[in-house]
């Protein structure tokens, strides 16, 4: 325990000085992975934890990005105002997916694709109502501000990420050690046994499929802080959903690090590709190669390693 | 907009499409009702036979239809392959892990179509293309209603193959009951990598269908792998009759939606109906279990 | 405590269970038996609101609760285990427990010592970090046993737990369920084996395809014709009288 409680501080230490040490792309590729472990791990939640595999969770990262956009855009609301209240959305929008989806009875693999078809509605939605601004997508003034939710300086918007990624890291902690998270990976082993045992397991999916909505809404408003653009296709494409379970699963879905773990090998990967394609001209179509790598080792892990690259570093079972 | 003969006009195009959605329906629920997976690489492995439609048009000068007993071998083949590599391993399980599998396996495809094709998009200029047929107060373009034609003969010798040859019988009573069909001497994992490669052979077969009038780029999976999912939950999952009347449903439900609705909000038509049947009536028209 | 009346339940056009009725009070362990497929998970099932019966009633303590879903039963104080178990394969044993214990407690340190203790009860103290799925199938009965008793039961409900036992096994688990009983649980017990009720159960009752035909001591249902004939065929109790 105590070991693990300094590889946790060394890495706290590592990633605070991390921006201060590095050139601005780095901190910004550093902003990245703990973005996308935060997002990974509000997939993780209900994906690895609860066992509810989602295929478009992107669903919510959309609702939170346009909800704090058009509050921001269209209603002159401050960001950071609108964020809770994108947060809410989220968490609406997977309340309301859950309790359809759950009171139809749906599980497994059927599960997984009416996310994707609810997902896909959003998409055409976005893409089809005034208030969205259709396919041409909604720009956010630039007016880099703190008070603004936009910063000059990377760095500081890499502190904001490494901070929701450690708010998410707590959260899944949290469900390690308490009785929602144990109910939910009990419902995630077995279904029957945990009602058996007296789990309401319909209102415990609808939970974590509303806490997880929230936070990857929490997730889309940070994403249209950063890049000041978001269109139909960035924030409810296919794309972001299966970034969100690739780096889950292959950094071991169900275990608090994983998302992280996965972010920073999907990272990684990525950047291997990027100079490979730099010294190797043939090579030179980059994302296309990083993806290829990581689709085969979503199969490997699947197939191989249930628990992920997480049970490399440890032997016993999850949520020990 | 609403007049009688541009409806008409919807209805016939939809027919048409939803013909050739038939054929990859099919597929998708014929792997269902045997293996009992669903298999997320439909779509990107439908991508992949319309791109070799294309190199073999582009590369050789063959022409789609002539193409079609060279490509549905080689779908045939390729699918064989992958269910005796891949698939079969892992089908057994959590029914999640096969989905996740199959996913891994479309990322893969997907992205190794971008690496060597490039993004663009790829079309067949057949000299017969610009050809017209006039039907009431519709034109339609001669290529799609050879295919349409194409589609429903290839279905139909699918539908005798399976009811008459040892093979079909032995897929079918691998599909009611595996157990048995085990004790009474069925080389059950051979029918699985059959089944599975008739399934891959359907799309093969849609390819050649489709690209006489449609384009390809290495994203086409996704344009279809809904529709797909859509038709088969619609019908019922392992029901062929399900899975044609399905694919005429879906194919005037995009045509009429593109016309009423416009090219964007007419596609949510099959994700609604996708979401609903699921929410609705699981077992869709034709199916007996969800 | 348990009262059930003639509850039916079909599956299509076979009907698993016919307007059965028993009744268990408090402190005692009751046996149900009879042939495979005689519909006795069936109704367990009925009883613990996996399945919404066709007809009849169930109460528990004097309170309706035919058709509550099975958390809801859970809660008024009965819960039944799985003659297929079903441990959650991918957590220890001891979490397995704890979730059984959750059911009474939000504490994780008060659940963590109510499973070692219910551990100890059924035996499984030095398997407590074992996976679920690494157990033998004597070890996933106990764990189905100790998972249900954590949950702090008034009746239990146990779906065969002793079959697919060697001997020393069942003398062992034949042991635990007396502790339980003693600890103040009242117990309903399904077995196929006949003797297996006979040393634990105070009354027994027995079902043939889907209709109780039977109910007395073990003794007594031991001579009565209508079970033999049910467990050996007809006109199996007069070739055994002669
Ligand atoms: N979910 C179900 N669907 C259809 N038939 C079932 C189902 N569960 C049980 N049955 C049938 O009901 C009958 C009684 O089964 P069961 O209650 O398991 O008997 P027992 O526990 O006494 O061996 C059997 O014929 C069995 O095949
Ligand atoms: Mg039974």
Redesign the interface.
């Known amino acids: 325990m105590s070991r693990a409680v300094l590889l946790c501080v060394v890495g706290l230490a590592a990633a605070v000085a991390y921006p201060l040490l590095v050139p601005n792309y780095l901190v910004t590729i550093g902003m990245l992975v703990f973005f996308t472990a935060f997002i990974g791990q509000s997939w993780n939640i209900a994906g690895g934890f609860a ?1 509810q ?1 989602s ?1 478009g969770h992107v669903v919510f990262f959309g609702t939170g990005a346009y909800t704090s956009t058009i509050l921001q855009v269209t209603y002159g609301w401050n960001p950071w105002l609108a964020w809770p209240v994108a947060m809410a959305a989220g968490g609406a929008v997977g309340w309301m997916i859950a309790v ?2 759950f ?4 599980r ?3 599960f ?3 996310t ?3 997902a ?2 959003f998409r ?2 976005a ?2 109502v005034p208030f969205t601004k ?2 041409l997508g909604m720009l956010i003034k630039a007016d880099p501000r703190p008070a603004n939710f936009q910063f000059k300086d990377p760095i500081w918007i890499y502190y904001l990420a490494l901070l929701l990624c450690i708010v998410s890291l707590l959260i899944a902690w949290q469900l390690t ?3 929602f998270g ?2 939910l ?2 419902i ?3 279904e ?10 319909f209102a415990e999916k609808v939970k974590v499929l509303t806490l997880s909505g929230a936070m990857c809404a929490a997730g889309g408003t940070f994403y249209a802080q950063k890049y000041l653009y978001i269109d139909p296709g960035i924030a409810f494409g ?1 794309d972001k959903s ?1 970034e969100m ?2 780096v889950s ?1 292959v950094g071991g879905a169900g275990t608090i690090f994983g998302p992280l773990i996965g972010s920073f090998t999907l990272m990684g990967i990525n950047e291997v590709t990027r100079w490979l394609a730099s010294v190797v001209p043939a090579l030179k ?1 980059v ?3 990083s ?2 790598v ?6 490997l892990i ?2 191989r390693l249930p628990d992920g690259l997480m049970s490399l570093f440890r032997r016993r ?4 | 907009m609403f007049d009688p003969a541009f409806l008409f006009a919807g209805v016939l195009n939809g027919l048409l499409a939803g013909g050739i959605y038939v054929l990859v329906a099919v597929g998708l629920t014929l792997i269902y009702g045997v293996l009992h997976i669903i298999n997320f690489a439909h779509g990107s492995l439908l991508m992949l036979a319309m791109y070799a439609v294309f190199y073999l048009w582009r590369l050789i000068g063959i022409d789609p239809y002539a193409a079609l007993p060279v490509v549905i071998a080689g779908a045939f083949g390729f699918g064989f392959v992958l269910y005796r590599l891949l698939i079969g391993r892992y089908n057994h399980g959590r029914d999640e892990n096969i989905l996740l599998i199959t996913l891994g396996l479309s990322i893969v495809i997907d992205n190794v179509a971008l690496l060597f094709f490039g993004g663009d998009t790829q079309t067949i200029d057949v000299p017969y293309a610009g050809t017209f047929v006039e039907i009431g107060a519709a034109f339609l373009p001669l290529p799609k209603i050879i295919s349409f034609g194409a589609s429903l003969v290839i279905c139909a010798a699918l539908g005798v193959y399976m009811a008459k040859s040892d093979m079909g019988k032995a897929i079918r009573a691998v599909a009611k009951e595996r157990q048995g069909a085990r004790l009474v001497g069925i080389d059950v994992e051979n029918v699985f990598a059959v089944s599975y490669g008739i399934g891959i052979a359907c799309l093969g077969a849609a390819a050649c269908l489709l690209m006489p009038t449609y384009y390809v780029t290495p994203s086409s999976g996704h344009a279809f792998v809904l529709v797909a999912f859509t038709i088969v939950v619609l019908g019922g999952m392992g029901s062929f009759a399900g899975a044609a009347v399905g694919g005429f449903i879906i194919g005037i439900t995009e045509s009429l939606g593109g016309l009423f609705l416009g090219e964007q909000l007419g596609q949510i038509g099959i994700s609604l109906i996708f979401i609903l049947i699921l929410l609705l009536k699981p077992t869709g028209l034709f199916g007996s279990k969800a | 405590m348990l009262e059930v009346r003639d509850i039916s339940k079909s599956f299509g056009g076979l009907k698993a269970v016919d307007s059965a009725s028993l009744d268990v009070a408090s402190g005692e362990i009751v046996g149900l038996i009879g042939p495979n497929g005689a519909g006795k998970t069936t109704l367990f099932a009925t009883i613990a609101g996996f399945h919404r019966p066709d007809a009849g009633t169930v109460s528990f303590e004097g309170k309706p609760i035919t058709g509550l879903a099975p958390h809801r039963i859970c809660a008024t104080g009965m819960v039944r285990t799985f003659q297929i178990t079903q441990p959650f394969a991918g957590i220890s044993v001891r979490e397995n427990i704890m979730v059984g214990a959750y059911f009474r407690t939000a504490d994780r340190r008060l659940a963590a010592r109510e499973a070692e203790a219910v551990a100890a009860l059924v035996g499984m103290t030095d398997q407590l970090d074992q996976r679920g799925a690494d157990l033998t199938v004597a070890g996933r009965k106990r764990l189905e046993l100790a998972r249900a008793l954590a949950t702090g039961p008034r009746l239990l409900l146990l779906d065969e737990v002793m079959a697919g036992l060697n001997p020393t096994e069942i003398v062992e688990i034949v042991g635990v369920i007396r502790n339980i009983r003693a600890s103040g649980v009242t117990i309903l017990l399904i077995e196929h084996v006949m003797q297996a009720v006979t040393s634990l159960a105070e009354r027994v009752y027995v079902l043939n395809q889907g209709r109780m035909i039977a109910e007395g001591t073990p003794a007594a249902i031991a001579d009565n014709e209508a079970v033999i004939e049910a467990y050996l065929g007809h006109g199996a109790a007069k070739v055994l009288r002669a």
């Open positions: 066992g595999t295929f359809l989806s009171r139809a009875g749906l497994g693999s059927y997984a694709l009416i994707l078809a609810f896909e509605v055409i939605l893409n089809s259709g396919g050690r308490s009785r144990a109910r990976v009990a995630r082993e077995n029957d046994a945990a009602r058996a045992l007296g789990i309401d397991v296919v299966v379970l690739l699963m179509n994302q296309p190669l993806l290829i990581y689709g085969i080792m979503l199969i699947v197939a079972p999850r949520h020990a």
